[in-house]
């Protein structure tokens, strides 16, 4: 099973530019999240969708938009990529109820 | 606001002997507690998942216990091995914003052989 796919894997920008990263999962969850993982933080929450059609801000959002774009697709774009951006990029999916969440292998962007 | 903490930020050991990674949270009103295990350069993969009503989970090697009530959860390596060494990380799932994870900073475990 895929589970949790992300692309790209690596990715440089330069500072201004925009891109989107991608996320899918083939494990028919309701809700997905995409976090940002930085030395020293540990992860924190960007933005999640607790089901196709909604999204809701994390402890990060600034900078960034998401699109539910289905149930299997939830995705991340950076209009106006800055330095501080740079980071691995995380994302994950759980079913509703009591189920543990799976997470992508991540996206490791820089911004120059 | 929930916070969860792990200690030993860092932890070396010898190959064979048995280990607890310690997280701790603020709040004890969870779902569930997740302990999941990274390496380097990788995603997260789910180790155990612990319910609210339940005190511990076990798989292979490894034993994870939860104590809602003053805050605790334990993971337990049995007999270490250098194919252990990677950080693991505990994530919380609060009643409150009950569609978020709060995660700990992690443990960085190296296994010496």
């Known amino acids: 099973n895929a589970g949790v796919t992300q692309t790209p894997k690596f990715q440089v920008l330069k500072t201004g530019q925009s891109m989107t990263l991608q996320c899918a999962q083939d494990?028919?969850?309701?809700?997905m999240y995409w976090y940002r993982q930085d030395p020293g933080m540990g992860l924190r929450l960007i933005y999640y969708?607790?089901?196709?059609?909604?999204?809701d801000k994390g402890e990060v959002p600034n900078g960034y938009n998401v699109s539910r774009l289905n149930k299997r697709e939830f995705s991340l774009r950076l209009e106006s990529a800055a330095p501080s951006q740079t980071s691995v990029y995380f994302c994950a999916s759980r079913d509703q109820g009591e189920g543990g969440a799976f997470f992508g292998q991540g996206t490791r962007l820089t911004v120059v | 606001k929930q916070e969860v903490t792990q200690i030993p930020a860092a932890l070396s050991v010898p190959e064979g002997e048995n280990l607890v990674l310690n997280c701790s949270f603020t709040d004890s009103a969870i779902y569930n507690l997740q302990w999941f295990r990274q390496d380097p350069g990788k995603g997260l993969t789910s180790l155990l998942l612990i319910q609210s009503s339940q005190r511990e989970q076990t798989s292979g090697r490894l034993n994870a216990s939860l104590d809602k009530s003053s805050g605790r959860s334990t993971l337990y390596i049995a007999a270490s091995q250098p194919g252990d060494s990677a950080t693991y990380l505990c994530?919380?799932?609060?009643?409150?914003?009950?569609?978020?994870?709060?995660f700990g900073t992690g443990t960085r475990l190296k296994v010496l052989a």
């Open positions: 994530a919380v799932r609060p009643y409150s914003g009950t569609y978020k994870y709060i």
């Open positions: 494990m028919n969850h309701n809700s």
């Open positions: 969708s607790a089901s196709e059609g909604t999204t």
